[in-house]
């Protein structure tokens, strides 16, 4: 949201907060393990309990999941929750 608003006010504001989120945006956006790049999110912000996925859709695994709580730490989305690698525990 805050880009869309940076970008429609004509802020160039937008472009340096883009380019913060990228890698996530990117990482998140990878075909077949999309949905459970984003469930684990929502779980590690405890928003939701669980993020298994149903079939046919992909676990995730131990790597991914440790890549997606680095980029989220070095982020700082995760600000106040577990360290990335207490993250990974399900």
């Known amino acids: 949201m ?11 504001a937008a472009a340096a907060i883009f380019a913060r989120y990228a890698s996530y945006i990117r990482y998140e956006g990878q075909q077949g393990i999309g949905l459970a790049l984003r469930k684990e999110l929502l779980r590690l912000r405890g928003m939701i ?12 695994d131990d790597v991914t999941r440790q890549e997606l709580a680095d980029i989220l730490a070095r982020l700082g989305i995760l600000e106040g929750s577990p360290t990335p690698r207490a993250a990974v525990a399900r």
């Open 2 to 12: 805050r880009i869309y608003t940076a970008f429609t006010r004509g802020d160039r």
């Open 49 to 60: 309990a669980t993020s298994v996925v149903r079939q046919p859709g992909s676990a995730l």
